[in-house]
Nanobody
């Protein structure tokens, strides 16, 4: 079975940091790009990033640029989202997704992802 499991969320104070993980199983991780997304209460889902099989990443949400960094560990079938200087507006459920169509991704914003995982809740509050 295909599984993408996002984890690492929790409650953090403003200015704090969290590292989310997206662990993948059930398909060839090395052949798939990984995307990160988030959805805040009452808002539409927002694309955060896309990371190719080589680890090239592009970041879409202006509000996260410079604060969020993605890294990929192909040996562990895991992609990480490192978040620093967190703000209350970063509160959301964070999701990861995978798609082999974007394996060689070099830019632009992908539309449509094949596999989605369950999200992990990040709450930024004092």
């Amino acid at each position: 079975d295909v599984q993408l499991q996002a984890s690492g969320g929790g409650l953090v104070q403003p200015g704090g940091s969290l590292r989310l993980s997206c662990a993948v199983s059930g398909f060839t991780f090395d052949d798939h790009a990984i995307g990160w997304f988030r959805q805040a209460p009452g808002k539409e889902r927002e694309a955060i990033s896309c990371t190719s099989i080589t680890g090239f990443s592009a970041y879409y949400a202006d509000s996260t640029k410079g604060r969020f960094t993605v890294s990929r560990d192909n040996a562990e079938n895991t992609v990480y989202l490192q978040m620093i200087s967190l703000k209350p507006e970063d509160t959301a459920v964070y999701y990861c997704a995978a798609d082999e169509r974007y394996a060689d991704y070099t830019g632009g914003q992908p539309t449509g992802w094949t596999y989605w995982g369950q999200g992990t809740l990040v709450t930024v509050s004092s």
